[in-house]
Structure formats: structure tokens, C-alpha cells
């Protein structure tokens, strides 16, 4: 438990990769939405920066460090939420990683590092999380897909893959434990303008923006901030009836 940590009867929302992007957008949303924080993530001084964030507008938090592509990560987390915080009703898996290429230039330890995050750590912490939320009589999933869970993109065989896995899994789940009051929803968002977008590319982060928009028919690459703000929704009692979806925050992509 850290130093930060609280036994609140409130809200507990435990974030993976919550140390940058949108996962660190959802840790702050949810926050400011009153949830205690467990802020998951693999580099500590990133994470406590975040929790020092939260606690300093008046939040709760507490860190549960380690990797989601570690077998053990998912219950090691939920265990550190109802240690620190008394309980567990939101989980959103935004830990994630990527790999730009096609099949041919996809190693086997590439294939395999995307898929033990971006699969293997959903699944495993989403299991890990449905029995604490049975325990306080139901809760939300967020899984962090993507428009490549949805349709086609070059150069990204394996992240497609991996989010495709993910859009499908939220649905499974969804019907599995709509009668515990378990929802399971996914956002898929699009171009986002966090680290991840720029990531494994030469261009400047000009070019990454310029070369995005023409597909977006809004005409515009949103922060990820805007993405948390339906993670926060889907979290929320307000979508007390939707289960079993995937989002799209795309400006309009996959409408095309």
C-alpha cells in the first residue's frame, strides 16, 4: 500500500497503463469523476507522478506496479485495489503496445510482445477483476480497443490483430456477466495525439499529425483526454445499459 493510499467506501477504478497517454487521461478523469485510483503501470516515477496529481486536487490514489504482459500482474493488481481501497468497481485496461509492420516484417517476439499486452493482459486482468466486482454486487470493464479492432490498416498485421481480439473478447465477456451487473464495453478510438502515435516512426510529429488528418473527416487528431471522457461515460451508471459495445471516437473514420 502507498503512502497515498485510503480506505474509502467510495468508487475504486483501477487504470492499466495509466502513466502516459490515454490511459493517464482515464487515471485523472476518474478521479475528478471521485473514484480512488489505482494507477497501474510499469514505470514507478511516472506513476507516483500521477498519483501525486491526483492527490494534490483532493483524490485518492495508490500505484500498482508491474507489467500486464506478467501472468501474475492482473490478480497482483486487483489484489493491491481491495487492499488499498476496500473494493473494485471499475477496471480500464489502456495498458497497450505497437509494432508498424506487415506479416513479413513481424517477428515472432514482436507478434508475441503485442499480444501478451494487448491480449493476454486484458484477459487476464479483466478475470482477475470479475469476481472482486461480483463481491460489491456488480461493475464496469473498459477495454481500450482501437478502429484497427474494427477494420483494416496497413503495416499494423499484429496491433490489429491484438485490438480485433480485444473488440471480440468485450463482447464475450458482456454476455458472460450482464446478469452479475458486470458490463464490459471497449472504446476504439483512432489517431490519438499521445506518445503511441509517434512511436516506432522517423517523421516528425508534423508529419505524423498531417499524414492522419486527411483520413479523419472531422479534420482534426484529438488529445486523449477527449477519449477519457467516454471511458469515463461507459464507467458511469449514466451507461447503465449499454454492454457488449465498441465505441468508435474517431472523428468519423469508421463511418467511411
Request: aromatic residues 4%; charged residues 20%; negative net charge.
Given at each position: 500500500?502507498?503512502?497515498q493510499?485510503?480506505?474509502?467506501?467510495?468508487?475504486?477504478?483501477?487504470v492499466?497503463?495509466?502513466?502516459?497517454?490515454?490511459?493517464?487521461?482515464?487515471?485523472?478523469?476518474?478521479?475528478?469523476?471521485?473514484?480512488?485510483?489505482v494507477?497501474g503501470?510499469?514505470?514507478?516515477?511516472?506513476?507516483?507522478?500521477?498519483?501525486?496529481?491526483?492527490?494534490?486536487?483532493?483524490?485518492?490514489?495508490?500505484?500498482?506496479l508491474?507489467?500486464?504482459?506478467?501472468?501474475?500482474?492482473?490478480?497482483?493488481?486487483?489484489?493491491?485495489?481491495v487492499?488499498?481501497h476496500?473494493?473494485l468497481?471499475?477496471?480500464v485496461?489502456?495498458?497497450?503496445?505497437?509494432?508498424?509492420?506487415?506479416?513479413?516484417?513481424?517477428?515472432?517476439?514482436?507478434?508475441?510482445?503485442?499480444?501478451?499486452t494487448?491480449?493476454d493482459?486484458?484477459?487476464?486482468?479483466?478475470?482477475?477483476?470479475?469476481?472482486?466486482?461480483?463481491?460489491?454486487?456488480?461493475?464496469?470493464?473498459v477495454?481500450?480497443?482501437?478502429?484497427?479492432?474494427?477494420?483494416?490498416?496497413p503495416?499494423?498485421?499484429?496491433?490489429?490483430?491484438?485490438?480485433?481480439?480485444?473488440s471480440?473478447?468485450?463482447?464475450?465477456?458482456?454476455?458472460?456477466?450482464?446478469?452479475?451487473?458486470?458490463?464490459?464495453?471497449?472504446?476504439?478510438?483512432?489517431a490519438?495525439?499521445?506518445?503511441m502515435?509517434?512511436?516506432?516512426?522517423?517523421?516528425?510529429?508534423?508529419?505524423?499529425?498531417?499524414?492522419?488528418?486527411?483520413?479523419?473527416?472531422?479534420?482534426?487528431?484529438?488529445?486523449?483526454?477527449?477519449?477519457?471522457?467516454?471511458?469515463?461515460?461507459?464507467?458511469?451508471?449514466?451507461?447503465?445499459?449499454?454492454n457488449?459495445?465498441?465505441?468508435?471516437?474517431?472523428g468519423?473514420?469508421?463511418?467511411?
Open positions: 500500500m502507498s503512502e493510499a485510503a480506505t474509502t467506501g467510495g468508487r475504486v477504478a483501477l492499466t497503463g495509466a502513466t502516459s497517454g490515454i490511459g493517464r487521461a482515464c487515471a485523472l478523469r476518474l478521479a475528478a469523476d471521485g473514484f480512488a485510483v494507477v503501470g510499469r514505470n514507478e516515477g511516472r506513476a507516483t507522478t500521477v498519483v501525486h496529481e491526483i492527490v494534490a486536487k483532493g483524490g485518492k490514489a495508490s500505484t500498482a508491474g507489467d500486464v504482459a506478467d501472468p501474475a500482474y492482473g490478480d497482483a493488481a486487483v489484489a493491491t485495489a487492499a488499498d476496500g473494493r468497481d471499475v477496471l485496461n489502456a495498458a497497450g503496445v505497437i509494432t508498424r509492420a506487415d506479416a513479413e516484417g513481424t517477428s515472432d517476439d514482436e507478434w508475441h510482445r503485442v499480444m501478451s494487448n491480449v493482459g486484458v484477459f487476464r486482468t479483466s478475470r482477475a477483476a470479475v469476481p472482486a466486482m461480483r463481491a460489491v454486487g456488480g461493475g464496469a470493464i477495454n481500450i480497443s482501437s478502429t484497427c479492432g474494427l477494420v483494416g490498416n503495416s499494423l498485421v499484429a496491433y490489429c490483430a491484438s485490438k480485433a481480439a480485444v471480440n473478447m468485450t463482447r464475450a465477456m458482456a454476455l458472460d456477466h450482464a446478469a452479475e451487473g458486470i458490463r464490459v464495453n471497449a472504446v476504439c478510438p483512432g490519438v495525439d499521445t506518445d502515435l509517434y512511436s516506432e516512426r522517423d517523421d516528425s510529429s508534423e508529419e505524423v499529425l498531417a499524414m492522419n488528418l486527411p483520413s479523419i473527416p472531422e479534420g482534426r487528431v484529438p488529445a486523449g483526454e477527449e477519449i477519457a471522457h467516454v471511458v469515463s461515460f461507459l464507467a458511469d451508471e449514466r451507461s447503465r445499459h449499454v457488449g459495445a465498441n465505441v468508435s471516437v474517431d468519423g473514420f469508421t463511418a467511411q
